[in-house]
């Protein structure tokens, strides 16, 4: 998992500990890690951000021991990657939705990707992470759209005693998202969990019709759903939704699967909004919250 990354970053630093930190020194090898950062899904924004950063913090740094410049420009790289995934990391979900609850208000999330991302799957996971940390939840099947979403989300349903509000296919999605609303605050429910059908990048329609969900369901936030597989894109698919609908945060998929490792990076960076979990595999527990700090340590080499 994000082997390319870590290798990157490894030779990266194998071969500045060895170099005078002056800018006609380090431009070469910087220069090189920036290639390595495009090659492992760093959107080029974002390698370029990093590049830049880190020439201005290392430029001109008198380190004695080789052993001292290696901790130091790991640190400076690791804060660096930190600003880039926001250090403060993702919201409290849990302390967001006990304060709706003690207004009286059920706390609901709404759900957009594109097709394939893993979506209702990680509502699924979600739903479950929340079920067991004692929270009342109920889904809402939004995806009137897409032929199976419905029984797909009640199959989830039925495996994790989690009821599931929908209507026929072809109805209203935004109706849908209103009345699961209307449900769970009539029946002091906590969380409302809102899947919506899958988008691509050429369909106006349903983006539009994303909007007009948002817009009737006013959910507290709105969650990204994001397959790390799909590398530089999944950079374009965040700004286009931010821009589009608006997000307060992602979910990154298949992390698991993922060798090379940039798609956190990029999305963090060209939203500038938290990633609140990862997924890591296939089964309900399979989902773990992002922290930016075990990221960052995860992709860099020990600082032996």
Do not use: W
């Amino acid at each position: 998992m994000l082997e390319g990354l870590k290798k990157g970053l490894r030779r990266f630093l194998d071969k500045i500990t060895k170099t005078e930190l002056s800018p006609k020194k380090l431009g070469p090898i910087v220069e090189e890690l920036k290639i390595a950062l495009l090659e492992n899904d760093v959107a080029f924004s974002v390698a370029e951000a990093i590049c830049e950063e880190l020439m201005r913090e290392l430029t001109g740094v008198r380190v004695g021991r080789m052993s001292d410049k290696k901790a130091f420009v790991r640190e400076a790289l690791r804060n660096t990657i930190l600003r880039v995934l926001g250090p403060e990391g993702p919201p409290d979900l849990e302390e967001m939705i006990r304060a709706r609850r003690a207004e009286g208000e059920p706390f609901s999330i709404l759900f957009v990707g594109f097709n394939g991302s893993g979506k209702t799957t990680t509502i699924a996971k979600i739903a479950k992470k929340l079920k067991d940390e004692g929270f009342r939840v109920v889904m809402a099947c939004s995806d009137t759209f897409r032929a199976g979403a419905i029984e797909q989300l009640e199959e989830h349903g039925r495996r994790l005693g989690i009821r599931v509000l929908k209507h026929k296919y072809g109805a209203d999605p935004a109706a849908v998202a209103y009345d699961a609303i209307a449900h769970a605050r009539a029946r002091g429910l906590d969380v409302v969990l809102i899947d919506t059908a899958g988008r691509i990048q050429t369909d106006r329609n349903l983006m539009d019709e994303l909007a007009k969900i948002k817009r009737v369901a006013e959910p507290d936030i709105t969650i990204l759903v994001v397959d790390a597989l799909t590398g530089n894109d999944a950079a374009v698919q965040a700004e286009m939704f931010d821009k589009a609908v608006g997000i307060d945060g992602a979910v990154l998929t298949k992390v698991d699967a993922d060798v090379r490792g940039g798609a956190a990076l990029s999305v963090a960076y060209v939203t500038g909004k938290p990633i609140f979990f990862i997924g890591v595999g296939q089964g309900y527990d399979d989902l773990k919250p992002f922290v930016p700090e075990e990221f960052a340590d995860m992709i860099l080499p020990s600082g032996e």
